[in-house]
Protein backbone atom coordinates (compact mmCIF):
# COMPACT_ATOMS: atom_id res chain seq x y z
CA UNK A 1 0.00 0.00 0.00
CA UNK A 2 0.99 3.07 -0.63
CA UNK A 3 2.38 5.83 1.68
CA UNK A 4 -0.47 8.03 3.05
CA UNK A 5 0.49 11.77 4.44
CA UNK A 6 -0.75 12.84 7.76
CA UNK A 7 -3.29 14.98 6.22
CA UNK A 8 -5.18 12.90 4.49
CA UNK A 9 -4.69 9.82 6.77
CA UNK A 10 -6.18 11.83 10.30
CA UNK A 11 -8.59 13.47 8.13
CA UNK A 12 -11.68 14.21 10.21
CA UNK A 13 -14.82 11.14 9.72
CA UNK A 14 -16.91 12.57 11.91
CA UNK A 15 -18.25 16.00 13.09
CA UNK A 16 -16.66 14.87 16.58
CA UNK A 17 -13.30 14.59 15.08
CA UNK A 18 -13.21 18.14 13.82
CA UNK A 19 -10.55 20.10 16.02
CA UNK A 20 -11.83 23.66 17.01
CA UNK A 21 -15.01 24.24 14.73
CA UNK A 22 -17.40 23.07 17.49
CA UNK A 23 -19.73 26.30 16.68
CA UNK A 24 -20.31 24.86 13.25
CA UNK A 25 -20.14 21.12 13.98
CA UNK A 26 -23.41 21.91 16.58
CA UNK A 27 -25.26 23.79 14.40
CA UNK A 28 -24.93 21.29 11.79
CA UNK A 29 -25.40 17.98 13.78
CA UNK A 30 -28.51 20.10 15.37
CA UNK A 31 -29.76 21.03 11.97
CA UNK A 32 -29.25 17.03 10.41
CA UNK A 33 -31.49 15.51 13.67
CA UNK A 34 -34.17 18.27 13.05
CA UNK A 35 -34.31 17.96 9.50
CA UNK A 36 -33.96 21.57 8.52
CA UNK A 37 -30.84 20.93 5.79
CA UNK A 38 -30.37 23.70 3.49
CA UNK A 39 -30.00 23.56 -0.16
CA UNK A 40 -27.05 25.45 0.20
CA UNK A 41 -23.92 26.32 2.35
CA UNK A 42 -20.50 28.71 1.88
CA UNK A 43 -17.79 27.57 4.15
CA UNK A 44 -15.49 30.42 4.53
CA UNK A 45 -12.31 30.78 6.71
CA UNK A 46 -8.56 30.28 6.20
CA UNK A 47 -7.02 27.29 4.57
CA UNK A 48 -6.59 23.83 6.59
CA UNK A 49 -9.06 24.80 9.03
CA UNK A 50 -11.71 21.93 8.36
CA UNK A 51 -14.03 23.14 5.60
CA UNK A 52 -13.78 20.78 3.06
CA UNK A 53 -13.54 18.25 5.66
CA UNK A 54 -16.65 19.02 7.03
CA UNK A 55 -18.09 19.56 3.51
CA UNK A 56 -17.65 15.73 2.90
CA UNK A 57 -18.64 14.79 6.48
CA UNK A 58 -21.74 16.63 6.00
CA UNK A 59 -22.53 14.88 2.78
CA UNK A 60 -21.76 11.38 4.45
CA UNK A 61 -24.41 12.70 6.61
CA UNK A 62 -27.02 12.98 4.26
CA UNK A 63 -26.07 10.12 2.37
CA UNK A 64 -25.18 7.19 4.96
CA UNK A 65 -27.20 3.76 4.62
CA UNK A 66 -28.42 5.07 8.52
CA UNK A 67 -28.58 8.96 7.26
CA UNK A 68 -30.20 11.44 7.28
CA UNK A 69 -27.90 11.02 10.58
CA UNK A 70 -25.35 13.34 13.13
CA UNK A 71 -22.90 10.17 12.66
CA UNK A 72 -22.22 8.67 9.68
CA UNK A 73 -20.91 4.95 10.18
CA UNK A 74 -18.24 5.29 8.04
CA UNK A 75 -18.61 1.64 6.59
CA UNK A 76 -21.25 1.36 4.44
CA UNK A 77 -20.78 1.72 0.67
CA UNK A 78 -22.01 5.24 0.60
CA UNK A 79 -19.65 6.41 3.02
CA UNK A 80 -16.79 4.48 1.76
CA UNK A 81 -17.05 5.91 -1.87
CA UNK A 82 -17.28 9.64 -0.20
CA UNK A 83 -14.00 8.95 2.12
CA UNK A 84 -12.14 7.86 -1.22
CA UNK A 85 -13.29 10.21 -3.59
CA UNK A 86 -15.22 8.02 -5.81
CA UNK A 87 -19.17 8.73 -5.18
CA UNK A 88 -20.66 9.60 -7.84
CA UNK A 89 -23.48 11.48 -5.88
CA UNK A 90 -21.05 14.18 -4.52
CA UNK A 91 -18.95 15.96 -7.14
CA UNK A 92 -16.11 17.61 -6.25
CA UNK A 93 -14.92 20.75 -7.98
CA UNK A 94 -11.85 22.96 -8.02
CA UNK A 95 -13.24 26.72 -8.66
CA UNK A 96 -9.54 27.65 -9.44
CA UNK A 97 -9.67 25.41 -12.37
CA UNK A 98 -12.97 24.78 -13.44
CA UNK A 99 -14.34 28.87 -13.17
CA UNK A 100 -15.41 29.56 -16.62
CA UNK A 101 -19.51 29.95 -17.75
CA UNK A 102 -18.88 26.38 -20.03
CA UNK A 103 -18.37 24.33 -16.87
CA UNK A 104 -21.23 25.76 -15.07
CA UNK A 105 -23.26 24.98 -17.85
CA UNK A 106 -22.84 21.61 -17.82
CA UNK A 107 -23.45 21.93 -13.79
CA UNK A 108 -26.47 22.96 -14.53
CA UNK A 109 -27.94 20.61 -17.23
CA UNK A 110 -26.26 17.35 -15.15
CA UNK A 111 -28.20 19.10 -11.97
CA UNK A 112 -32.08 17.88 -12.69
CA UNK A 113 -30.67 14.04 -13.10
CA UNK A 114 -31.51 12.07 -9.87
CA UNK A 115 -28.43 10.66 -7.57
CA UNK A 116 -27.25 7.17 -8.35
CA UNK A 117 -26.93 5.19 -5.10
CA UNK A 118 -27.36 7.91 -2.12
CA UNK A 119 -30.37 9.61 -1.28
CA UNK A 120 -29.32 13.62 -1.78
CA UNK A 121 -26.60 14.58 -4.86
CA UNK A 122 -23.78 17.02 -3.89
CA UNK A 123 -21.74 18.79 -5.12
CA UNK A 124 -18.41 20.49 -2.87
CA UNK A 125 -16.94 23.62 -4.94
CA UNK A 126 -13.75 24.30 -3.49
CA UNK A 127 -12.57 27.95 -3.38
CA UNK A 128 -15.64 29.05 -5.05
CA UNK A 129 -14.41 32.72 -4.95
CA UNK A 130 -12.55 32.13 -8.36
CA UNK A 131 -15.47 31.98 -10.68
CA UNK A 132 -16.14 34.58 -12.98
CA UNK A 133 -18.79 36.04 -12.95
CA UNK A 134 -20.21 35.02 -15.51
CA UNK A 135 -20.18 31.65 -13.98
CA UNK A 136 -21.73 33.24 -11.02
CA UNK A 137 -24.30 34.25 -12.86
CA UNK A 138 -24.80 31.22 -14.74
CA UNK A 139 -25.64 29.59 -11.18
CA UNK A 140 -27.87 31.93 -9.82
CA UNK A 141 -31.22 30.12 -10.64
CA UNK A 142 -29.98 26.89 -10.29
CA UNK A 143 -28.85 28.06 -7.23
CA UNK A 144 -31.74 29.41 -5.73
CA UNK A 145 -34.22 26.80 -6.90
CA UNK A 146 -32.53 23.00 -6.81
CA UNK A 147 -33.93 20.03 -7.44
CA UNK A 148 -35.04 18.68 -3.83
CA UNK A 149 -32.21 16.11 -3.65
CA UNK A 150 -29.42 18.79 -4.70
CA UNK A 151 -27.75 20.41 -1.80
CA UNK A 152 -24.34 22.52 -2.85
CA UNK A 153 -21.32 23.59 -0.27
CA UNK A 154 -19.05 25.84 -1.52
CA UNK A 155 -15.51 26.76 0.00
CA UNK A 156 -13.44 29.53 0.60
CA UNK A 157 -10.72 31.47 1.72
CA UNK A 158 -11.85 34.42 0.88
CA UNK A 159 -15.76 34.86 0.95
CA UNK A 160 -15.46 38.97 0.66
CA UNK A 161 -14.79 38.28 -3.30
CA UNK A 162 -18.19 36.15 -3.58
CA UNK A 163 -21.37 38.06 -5.19
CA UNK A 164 -23.55 38.98 -2.79
CA UNK A 165 -25.92 37.49 -4.57
CA UNK A 166 -24.31 34.21 -4.06
CA UNK A 167 -24.50 35.01 -0.78
CA UNK A 168 -27.82 35.97 0.02
CA UNK A 169 -28.96 32.48 -1.35
CA UNK A 170 -26.81 30.44 1.27
CA UNK A 171 -26.50 29.66 5.10
CA UNK A 172 -23.13 30.88 6.02
CA UNK A 173 -20.65 29.42 8.43
CA UNK A 174 -17.17 30.84 9.44
CA UNK A 175 -14.24 28.43 10.37
CA UNK A 176 -11.95 30.04 12.34
CA UNK A 177 -8.07 29.52 12.92
CA UNK A 178 -7.23 27.16 15.61
CA UNK A 179 -5.87 27.57 18.72
CA UNK A 180 -2.11 26.43 19.20
CA UNK A 181 -3.28 24.55 22.52
CA UNK A 182 -5.97 22.57 20.33
CA UNK A 183 -3.39 21.92 17.57
CA UNK A 184 -0.67 20.58 20.30
CA UNK A 185 -3.68 18.45 21.68
CA UNK A 186 -4.26 16.55 17.88
CA UNK A 187 -0.43 16.52 17.46
CA UNK A 188 -0.06 14.65 20.70
CA UNK A 189 -2.75 12.24 19.65
CA UNK A 190 -1.25 11.90 16.45
CA UNK A 191 2.28 11.31 17.87
CA UNK A 192 0.57 8.52 20.16
CA UNK A 193 -0.87 6.12 17.53
CA UNK A 194 2.45 6.96 15.59
CA UNK A 195 4.17 5.64 18.08
CA UNK A 196 6.68 8.67 17.83
CA UNK A 197 8.70 10.24 20.81
CA UNK A 198 8.46 14.26 20.77
CA UNK A 199 8.06 17.26 23.14
CA UNK A 200 6.29 19.51 24.14
CA UNK A 201 8.25 22.27 22.99
CA UNK A 202 8.77 20.90 19.57
CA UNK A 203 4.62 20.31 19.33
CA UNK A 204 4.42 24.06 20.28
CA UNK A 205 6.73 25.22 17.64
CA UNK A 206 4.90 23.57 14.78
CA UNK A 207 1.75 24.81 16.26
CA UNK A 208 3.44 28.31 15.98
CA UNK A 209 4.69 27.79 12.33
CA UNK A 210 1.16 26.10 10.82
CA UNK A 211 -0.24 29.61 12.07
CA UNK A 212 -3.65 27.88 13.01
CA UNK A 213 -3.86 25.45 10.19
CA UNK A 214 -3.96 21.80 11.54
CA UNK A 215 -3.55 20.58 8.02
CA UNK A 216 -0.32 22.52 7.95
CA UNK A 217 0.78 21.58 11.24
CA UNK A 218 0.31 17.96 10.61
CA UNK A 219 2.21 18.49 7.52
CA UNK A 220 5.04 19.92 9.09
CA UNK A 221 5.15 16.77 11.61
CA UNK A 222 4.65 14.50 8.55
CA UNK A 223 8.41 16.37 7.29
CA UNK A 224 10.00 16.43 10.22
CA UNK A 225 9.67 13.06 10.96
CA UNK A 226 10.64 12.04 7.67
CA UNK A 227 13.76 14.71 8.08
CA UNK A 228 14.91 13.01 11.76
CA UNK A 229 13.99 9.47 10.95
CA UNK A 230 14.09 8.86 14.61
CA UNK A 231 13.06 11.03 17.68
CA UNK A 232 12.05 14.57 16.49
CA UNK A 233 13.87 17.50 18.50
CA UNK A 234 13.41 21.02 18.47
CA UNK A 235 16.92 21.70 16.99
CA UNK A 236 14.54 19.40 13.76
CA UNK A 237 12.53 22.51 13.55
CA UNK A 238 14.76 24.87 13.91
CA UNK A 239 16.86 23.33 11.32
CA UNK A 240 14.04 22.45 9.14
CA UNK A 241 11.66 25.34 9.69
CA UNK A 242 13.85 28.07 10.33
CA UNK A 243 11.77 29.11 13.39
CA UNK A 244 13.03 31.05 16.00
CA UNK A 245 12.26 29.10 19.11
CA UNK A 246 10.08 30.76 21.97
CA UNK A 247 12.79 31.24 24.61
CA UNK A 248 15.16 33.29 22.64
CA UNK A 249 12.57 36.01 23.14
CA UNK A 250 12.10 35.45 26.75
CA UNK A 251 15.82 35.54 27.01
CA UNK A 252 16.26 38.74 25.14
CA UNK A 253 13.24 40.33 27.17
CA UNK A 254 15.34 38.99 30.42
CA UNK A 255 18.29 41.40 29.58
CA UNK A 256 16.15 44.07 28.75
CA UNK A 257 15.07 43.82 32.06
CA UNK A 258 18.28 43.36 33.74
CA UNK A 259 19.95 46.55 31.66
CA UNK A 260 22.43 43.83 29.88
CA UNK A 261 23.01 45.38 26.49
CA UNK A 262 25.61 42.96 25.65
CA UNK A 263 24.21 40.20 26.26
CA UNK A 264 21.15 40.88 23.93
CA UNK A 265 23.41 42.12 21.51
CA UNK A 266 25.20 38.85 21.29
CA UNK A 267 22.03 37.30 21.45
CA UNK A 268 20.91 38.83 18.30
CA UNK A 269 24.22 37.23 16.79
CA UNK A 270 23.27 34.31 17.46
CA UNK A 271 20.10 34.38 16.22
CA UNK A 272 21.66 35.63 12.61
CA UNK A 273 24.93 33.09 13.02
CA UNK A 274 22.18 30.13 12.30
CA UNK A 275 20.69 31.98 9.39
CA UNK A 276 17.49 32.92 10.94
CA UNK A 277 15.61 35.71 9.47
CA UNK A 278 16.01 38.89 11.39
CA UNK A 279 12.47 40.43 10.50
CA UNK A 280 11.16 37.45 11.80
CA UNK A 281 13.18 38.06 15.01
CA UNK A 282 11.47 41.67 15.09
CA UNK A 283 7.72 39.92 14.50
CA UNK A 284 7.96 37.72 17.08
CA UNK A 285 9.38 39.99 19.63
CA UNK A 286 6.79 42.44 19.12
CA UNK A 287 3.85 39.00 19.42
CA UNK A 288 6.22 38.70 22.83
CA UNK A 289 5.16 42.33 23.65
CA UNK A 290 1.83 42.13 23.15
CA UNK A 291 1.99 38.88 25.24
CA UNK A 292 2.98 41.20 28.18
CA UNK A 293 0.68 43.64 27.45
CA UNK A 294 -2.29 41.60 27.12
CA UNK A 295 -0.97 39.65 30.52
CA UNK A 296 -0.47 43.09 32.62
CA UNK A 297 -3.68 44.48 31.78
CA UNK A 298 -6.09 41.49 32.09
CA UNK A 299 -4.11 39.42 34.60
CA UNK A 300 -6.54 36.76 36.08
CA UNK A 301 -8.30 36.02 32.35
CA UNK A 302 -4.99 36.69 30.47
CA UNK A 303 -4.50 32.85 29.96
CA UNK A 304 -7.51 32.56 27.26
CA UNK A 305 -6.37 35.74 25.40
CA UNK A 306 -2.39 34.52 25.41
CA UNK A 307 -2.39 31.48 23.19
CA UNK A 308 0.54 29.35 24.62
CA UNK A 309 1.13 26.35 26.58
CA UNK A 310 1.38 26.44 30.51
CA UNK A 311 5.04 26.61 31.26
CA UNK A 312 5.65 29.28 28.48
CA UNK A 313 3.06 31.18 30.03
CA UNK A 314 4.36 31.25 33.33
CA UNK A 315 7.39 32.46 32.33
CA UNK A 316 5.88 35.43 30.96
CA UNK A 317 3.86 36.02 33.47
CA UNK A 318 7.19 36.43 35.53
CA UNK A 319 8.40 38.91 33.21
CA UNK A 320 5.34 40.65 32.90
CA UNK A 321 5.16 41.31 36.66
CA UNK A 322 9.11 42.91 36.77
CA UNK A 323 7.88 45.36 33.29
CA UNK A 324 5.18 48.75 34.15
CA UNK A 325 2.66 49.00 31.49
CA UNK A 326 4.02 52.37 30.28
CA UNK A 327 7.10 50.36 29.76
CA UNK A 328 5.55 47.78 27.83
CA UNK A 329 4.29 50.31 25.12
CA UNK A 330 7.13 52.58 25.22
CA UNK A 331 8.89 49.26 23.95
CA UNK A 332 6.39 48.54 21.56
CA UNK A 333 7.16 51.93 20.05
CA UNK A 334 10.22 51.48 19.60
CA UNK A 335 9.68 47.93 18.40
CA UNK A 336 7.71 49.83 15.33
CA UNK A 337 10.72 52.50 15.04
CA UNK A 338 13.17 49.39 14.20
CA UNK A 339 10.66 48.17 11.66
CA UNK A 340 10.33 51.11 9.82
CA UNK A 341 14.47 51.73 10.04
CA UNK A 342 14.80 48.49 8.75
CA UNK A 343 12.85 48.65 6.29
CA UNK A 344 14.44 51.93 4.81
CA UNK A 345 18.22 50.25 5.41
CA UNK A 346 17.15 47.07 3.64
CA UNK A 347 18.58 45.65 6.76
CA UNK A 348 17.43 44.10 10.40
CA UNK A 349 20.10 44.01 11.96
CA UNK A 350 21.88 47.39 13.18
CA UNK A 351 18.22 48.58 13.96
CA UNK A 352 17.60 45.48 16.34
CA UNK A 353 21.09 46.35 17.69
CA UNK A 354 20.15 49.97 18.62
CA UNK A 355 16.36 48.26 19.51
CA UNK A 356 18.40 46.18 21.99
CA UNK A 357 20.43 49.31 23.39
CA UNK A 358 17.52 51.47 24.01
CA UNK A 359 15.85 48.58 25.97
CA UNK A 360 18.37 47.65 28.20
CA UNK A 361 18.61 51.31 29.34
CA UNK A 362 15.21 51.42 30.22
CA UNK A 363 16.28 48.23 32.59
CA UNK A 364 19.09 49.84 33.88
CA UNK A 365 17.82 52.94 35.32
CA UNK A 366 15.28 51.21 36.85
CA UNK A 367 17.59 49.16 38.45
CA UNK A 368 20.08 51.88 39.75
CA UNK A 369 16.51 53.83 41.44
CA UNK A 370 15.08 50.65 43.08
CA UNK A 371 16.74 50.39 46.43
CA UNK A 372 18.25 46.88 47.58
CA UNK A 373 15.66 44.10 48.57
CA UNK A 374 12.76 45.78 46.92
CA UNK A 375 9.32 43.89 46.56
CA UNK A 376 7.45 46.47 43.83
CA UNK A 377 9.74 46.96 41.01
CA UNK A 378 8.04 49.79 40.28
CA UNK A 379 8.53 52.01 43.46
CA UNK A 380 10.86 54.84 43.44
CA UNK A 381 13.64 56.15 45.93
CA UNK A 382 12.70 59.92 45.38
CA UNK A 383 9.49 59.29 47.81
CA UNK A 384 12.09 58.81 50.79
CA UNK A 385 13.07 62.79 49.98
CA UNK A 386 9.42 64.04 49.21
CA UNK A 387 9.12 66.82 52.54
CA UNK A 388 6.29 66.56 54.93
CA UNK A 389 2.83 68.27 53.39
CA UNK A 390 1.44 68.42 56.84
CA UNK A 391 4.31 69.86 58.54
CA UNK A 392 5.03 72.82 55.61
CA UNK A 393 0.63 73.84 55.71
CA UNK A 394 0.77 74.09 59.43
CA UNK A 395 -0.55 77.71 60.04
CA UNK A 396 1.91 79.84 61.66
CA UNK A 397 0.26 80.45 64.68
CA UNK A 398 -0.01 77.38 66.00
CA UNK A 399 3.48 76.61 65.31
CA UNK A 400 3.99 79.43 67.26
CA UNK A 401 1.98 79.03 69.80
CA UNK A 402 2.62 75.14 70.77
CA UNK A 403 6.29 74.85 70.11
CA UNK A 404 7.13 78.42 70.78
CA UNK A 405 9.09 79.38 67.59
CA UNK A 406 10.20 82.63 67.59
CA UNK A 407 9.12 85.44 65.44
CA UNK A 408 12.26 85.52 63.19
CA UNK A 409 12.13 81.98 63.09
CA UNK A 410 8.54 82.50 61.59
CA UNK A 411 10.03 84.79 59.07
CA UNK A 412 12.50 82.40 58.19
CA UNK A 413 9.98 79.67 57.85
CA UNK A 414 7.07 81.27 55.31
CA UNK A 415 10.55 82.65 53.27
CA UNK A 416 11.90 79.21 52.46
CA UNK A 417 9.05 77.84 51.30
CA UNK A 418 6.71 80.07 49.55
CA UNK A 419 4.66 78.91 46.83
CA UNK A 420 6.40 78.35 42.96
CA UNK A 421 5.31 80.30 40.24
CA UNK A 422 5.02 79.06 36.38
CA UNK A 423 8.58 80.55 35.96
CA UNK A 424 9.91 78.64 38.59
CA UNK A 425 8.74 75.18 37.15
CA UNK A 426 10.06 76.31 33.64
CA UNK A 427 13.56 77.67 34.82
CA UNK A 428 13.66 73.73 36.59
CA UNK A 429 12.19 71.93 34.02
CA UNK A 430 15.18 70.53 32.60
CA UNK A 431 16.93 69.64 36.33
CA UNK A 432 13.57 67.83 36.90
CA UNK A 433 13.93 65.40 33.46
CA UNK A 434 17.78 64.73 34.43
CA UNK A 435 16.26 63.97 37.81
CA UNK A 436 13.61 61.84 36.44
CA UNK A 437 16.40 59.87 34.13
CA UNK A 438 18.01 58.43 36.64
CA UNK A 439 14.98 56.67 38.44
CA UNK A 440 12.73 56.38 35.30
CA UNK A 441 13.94 56.74 31.77
CA UNK A 442 10.59 56.78 30.12
CA UNK A 443 8.92 58.98 32.37
CA UNK A 444 11.75 62.05 31.31
CA UNK A 445 11.63 60.46 27.51
CA UNK A 446 7.91 61.17 27.52
CA UNK A 447 8.45 64.69 29.32
CA UNK A 448 10.90 65.99 27.05
CA UNK A 449 8.49 66.10 24.78
CA UNK A 450 6.09 68.15 27.28
CA UNK A 451 5.91 71.96 28.42
CA UNK A 452 4.61 73.65 31.69
CA UNK A 453 2.14 75.77 30.46
CA UNK A 454 -0.26 77.01 33.86
CA UNK A 455 0.15 77.35 37.25
CA UNK A 456 -3.14 77.87 39.12
CA UNK A 457 -4.19 77.49 42.89
CA UNK A 458 -1.77 74.46 42.83
CA UNK A 459 -2.28 72.83 39.40
CA UNK A 460 0.55 72.62 36.86
CA UNK A 461 -1.08 72.38 33.41
CA UNK A 462 1.79 70.07 31.56
CA UNK A 463 0.83 70.46 27.28
CA UNK A 464 1.83 67.63 24.90
CA UNK A 465 2.41 68.74 21.09
CA UNK A 466 -0.63 66.48 18.68
CA UNK A 467 2.48 64.41 17.67
CA UNK A 468 2.84 62.75 21.60
CA UNK A 469 -0.41 61.78 22.72
CA UNK A 470 1.13 58.67 23.29
CA UNK A 471 3.34 60.15 25.79
CA UNK A 472 0.65 62.23 27.14
CA UNK A 473 -1.48 59.26 27.75
CA UNK A 474 1.57 57.09 29.05
CA UNK A 475 2.32 60.14 31.97
CA UNK A 476 -1.32 59.35 32.82
CA UNK A 477 -0.50 55.79 34.11
CA UNK A 478 -0.50 55.74 38.27
CA UNK A 479 3.20 54.61 38.46
CA UNK A 480 4.40 57.54 36.33
CA UNK A 481 2.06 60.10 38.00
CA UNK A 482 3.87 58.92 41.15
CA UNK A 483 7.46 59.37 40.07
CA UNK A 484 6.85 62.62 38.25
CA UNK A 485 5.06 63.67 41.88
CA UNK A 486 8.01 62.77 43.84
CA UNK A 487 10.13 64.79 40.96
CA UNK A 488 8.26 67.89 41.45
CA UNK A 489 8.71 67.66 45.28
CA UNK A 490 11.86 67.74 45.61
CA UNK A 491 12.55 70.62 43.42
CA UNK A 492 9.39 72.57 43.63
CA UNK A 493 6.45 73.38 46.42
CA UNK A 494 3.22 74.24 45.63
CA UNK A 495 2.61 71.67 42.62
CA UNK A 496 -0.31 69.56 44.48
CA UNK A 497 -1.28 68.45 41.42
CA UNK A 498 -0.97 67.72 37.57
CA UNK A 499 -2.88 67.77 34.25
CA UNK A 500 -1.77 66.83 30.93
CA UNK A 501 -3.41 68.23 27.69
CA UNK A 502 -2.90 68.37 24.20
CA UNK A 503 -1.76 72.08 23.09
CA UNK A 504 -1.85 73.43 19.47
CA UNK A 505 0.38 75.94 20.08
CA UNK A 506 3.06 73.45 20.71
CA UNK A 507 2.71 72.45 17.32
CA UNK A 508 4.93 74.11 14.82
CA UNK A 509 3.77 76.98 12.73
CA UNK A 510 0.86 76.46 10.00
CA UNK A 511 1.83 76.91 6.42
CA UNK A 512 -0.69 80.09 6.45
CA UNK A 513 1.50 81.93 9.08
CA UNK A 514 4.83 81.64 7.56
CA UNK A 515 3.35 82.93 4.59
CA UNK A 516 1.83 86.03 6.25
CA UNK A 517 5.29 86.29 7.19
CA UNK A 518 6.58 86.41 3.97
CA UNK A 519 4.38 88.97 3.06
CA UNK A 520 4.56 91.27 6.13
CA UNK A 521 8.16 91.31 5.71
CA UNK A 522 9.23 93.13 1.32
CA UNK A 523 12.83 92.78 2.67
CA UNK A 524 12.46 88.66 2.71
CA UNK A 525 9.96 88.58 -0.09
CA UNK A 526 12.49 90.35 -2.38
CA UNK A 527 15.20 87.36 -1.51
CA UNK A 528 12.86 84.28 -1.45
CA UNK A 529 12.16 86.16 -5.14
CA UNK A 530 15.69 86.79 -6.04
CA UNK A 531 17.07 82.87 -5.53
CA UNK A 532 13.75 81.45 -6.43
CA UNK A 533 13.72 79.58 -2.72
CA UNK A 534 11.19 79.12 -0.06
CA UNK A 535 10.57 79.08 3.63
CA UNK A 536 10.44 75.65 5.13
CA UNK A 537 11.09 76.32 8.39
CA UNK A 538 11.05 79.16 10.73
CA UNK A 539 12.86 79.40 14.31
Excluded at 459 to 485: C, H
Excluded at 488 to 514: H, M, Q, R, W, Y
Aim: with cysteine; glycine share 4%; charged share 25%.
Amino acid sequence: MSYLVFARKWRPRDFDEVVGQEHITKTLKSAILANKIAHAYIFAGPQGVGKTSCARILAKALNCEKGPTAKPCGSCPACNEINEGQSLDVIEIDGASNRGIDEIRTLRENVKFAPLRGKNKIYIIDEVHMLTPEAFNALLKTLEEPPAFVKFIFATTQPQKVLPTILSRCQRFDFTRILNIRIIEKLKDICSQEKISIGDDVLFAIAKASDGSLRDAESILDQLISFSQKDVTLDDVVLVLGVIEQQAFLDFVDNFIAGEAGRAIELIAEVATRGKDLNYFLEGLLEHYRNLMVIKVVKSEAGALVDLPKDVLAKIVEQARQITISDILLSINQIFAAQDMAKKLNSPRIPLEILAVKLSSMGEKKLLAEPAGEAEPNKVSLEQKKPSYTETKKPFSILKEEKGVADNSLTSFSRETPACTLDDVKSKWDVLISNLSSVKMSVATYLRQATPMKLEHGTLTIGFPKEAVFFKEAMTDRDNLKVLSSGLDVLLTGVLKTEFVISDALNAPALETIETTVEKNPFLKVTLDLFQGKVVKRT
